[in-house]
């Protein structure tokens, strides 16, 4: 898990992430492939080209708006959503099941390109019975909190 | 302040506005839409008469045929497939 993400093990990442993602496509910044989980390679290759197509028809679609250019695109159809977001150097986009949660799916993207671009890696949780011995106390996962437990700072005090 | 009571028409109405309600959302969620987002994470709805909304649903169709396996060589046709055809 420490090793940095390729672009070619990029569209695997997200459908890893994602229960909800059916495939996905990493296209470069001149619409080349770069990566895919789809087993089938022309399959691949076709929803790469899509993919470049749907942010070129978004572009049009939006040029004329007093606004930056899109980051994200989210595209809901009968069968199914389709999820994009880029970069300047790359495009991933992913078909999703129809009732997968939006801001999950594009934030999802972005923390995989983030990845991929150097940023910090996922930390995907595991659950307790699944993962490594140790931690597993309340005590201990309490430790993690972001805020002080109630009442631990008098109990301190008072053992002093 | 007290609750108001109610009684078993009362409930039965409440359960129907419910379901109502919910297929009333999952009609409107079903509906075919295309949101784009900026940097920040601002929506923003291409509305069904704008110029490219119909090509961008078109497109959005065919990754969907193809990633389910529903690819029958029509190119940009609407209306097809089921949601777990894969």
Do not use: N
């Not at chain 1, 028809?57 to 939006?62: K, P």
């Not at chain 2, 109405?13 to 987002?37: F, K, S, T």
Request: aromatic residues 2%.
């Amino acid at each position: 898990m420490g090793a940095t993400l390729t672009p070619e093990r990029t569209a695997a990442r997200l459908c890893e992430l994602s229960s909800d993602a059916r495939t996905a496509v990493l296209i470069d910044a001149a619409g080349a492939l770069a990566g895919s989980c789809d087993p089938d390679p022309e399959r691949a290759r076709m929803l790469g080209d899509l993919a470049r197509e749907l942010f070129e028809t978004v572009d049009r679609a939006t040029r004329d708006w007093e606004a930056e250019p899109a980051e994200q695109v989210e595209v809901q159809v009968q069968g199914g959503a389709v999820f994009a977001s880029r970069t300047p150097r790359w495009t991933l986009a992913v078909v999703a099941r129809r009732g997968a949660l939006s801001s999950l799916m594009l934030y999802d993207l972005r923390a995989v390109l983030g990845e991929l671009e150097g940023g910090p890696p996922i930390r995907v949780a595991t659950a307790a019975e699944e993962g490594a011995p140790g931690r597993a106390s309340e005590e201990d996962a309490a430790g993690d909190l972001p805020v002080p437990e109630l009442g631990r700072d008098r109990d301190d005090e008072g053992s002093r | 302040m007290k609750d108001r009571r109610k009684g078993p028409i009362g409930r039965a109405a409440g359960i129907a506005e419910g379901v109502a309600a919910a297929v009333r959302r999952m009609q409107r969620e079903r509906e075919p839409r295309v949101l784009v987002y900026d940097q920040t994470g601002y929506a923003r709805l291409i509305q069904p008469e704008a110029r490219g909304h119909e090509r961008i649903l078109e497109v959005g169709e065919r990754m969907v045929q193809v990633a389910t396996g529903a690819d029958d060589g029509r190119g940009g046709s609407r209306g097809g497939g089921s949601e777990e055809a894969a």
